[in-house]
């Protein structure tokens, strides 16, 4: 067997060729008059004002775009935004058999498993596991045993001083492990809050809440305002809010007083959102 194509005879090289003058006339440039020209290339430009003006103020993190940074042998970390007494929010990747000490949490910090396995003494989180750690509680160290990303927001990552405080608070072993955990095999608990578009509760704290969303292909969002920031994790799927195309790996945060018009997806979608909460 071999990976070659066999060469082609005279009359199947005539035919390409052939077929190849018809596409390259088929792509030749239709010309436009000038005053066409000028009105097509003015309303392009509206529309680009327009779709620029829906995005301002809006940070989006691509998954293959942003600067990894060493954290310690065998992992490294992507800065996303951050988000000042709330604490960072961050990609954290770990290499098979990397692991991190143990810790006591500033604030909550929120963990998604995007890909691969992290454990926690005995409690072990797979793609798309959510755990939350409340202010105050500790838990042992984290390790990987065969690599993993996760998204953290809440996370002192990103701040030295804010890192050693939760070291050195986390060599005390007193106090609760007050962690709460939702696995994907969970199934339950989710509510349609518009046609095709299902909500999971995660977390609700103050004004603030955490949930998993899901859109059927198709579905659409209503739009809505933010009286605070809100973040966005794309989990699975490709999601369009407004102008901008967001797949899984991408980050966005829609600063408060900002506005989505538009969410909708073609083929489906799962995504983490943090925001302000619906009362």
Aim: hydrophobic content about 40%.
């Amino acid at each position: 067997m071999t990976d070659k194509f066999p060469p082609l005879d005279s009359a199947d090289a005539n035919d390409l060729r052939q077929l190849e003058t018809l596409l390259a006339d088929g792509f030749a440039p239709i010309p436009v008059a000038g005053e066409r020209r000028n009105s097509l290339r003015q309303g392009l430009m509206t529309q680009v004002s327009a779709s620029l003006a829906k995005q301002a103020g809006l940070l989006t993190v691509r998954a293959r775009h942003g600067a990894w940074q060493a954290l310690k042998t065998g992992i490294r970390v992507k800065p996303l935004w951050d988000g000042g007494l709330q604490g960072h929010s961050v990609l954290i990747e770990f290499a098979p058999g990397a692991s991190l000490i143990p810790h006591r949490h500033n604030c909550l910090e929120e963990g998604i498993v995007l890909h691969g396995d992290l454990q926690m003494g005995d409690l072990r989180l797979g793609p798309l596991d959510y755990h939350a750690s409340p202010a105050g509680s500790r838990h042992g160290g984290i390790r990987s045993a065969n690599g993993a990303l996760a998204y953290l927001r809440g996370t002192s990552l990103g701040d030295s001083r804010e890192v050693l405080r939760e070291v050195l608070a986390g060599l005390l072993p007193f106090g609760k492990s007050e962690s709460f955990s939702v696995f994907t095999k969970q199934i339950d608990d989710w509510q349609e809050i518009a046609p095709g578009v299902w909500k999971k509760p995660l977390w609700q704290d103050g004004e603030r809440e955490s949930g998993f969303y899901r859109l059927e292909a198709g579905a659409k969002c209503p739009a809505h305002g933010h009286r605070l920031e809100e973040e966005c994790m794309m989990l699975d799927g490709d999601l369009f809010i407004d102008d901008v195309l967001l797949r899984a790996g991408d980050y966005q945060l829609a600063p408060a007083g900002s506005a989505h018009r538009e969410v909708y997806t073609d083929v489906g979608a799962t995504l983490f959102v943090r925001g302000a909460r619906n009362y």
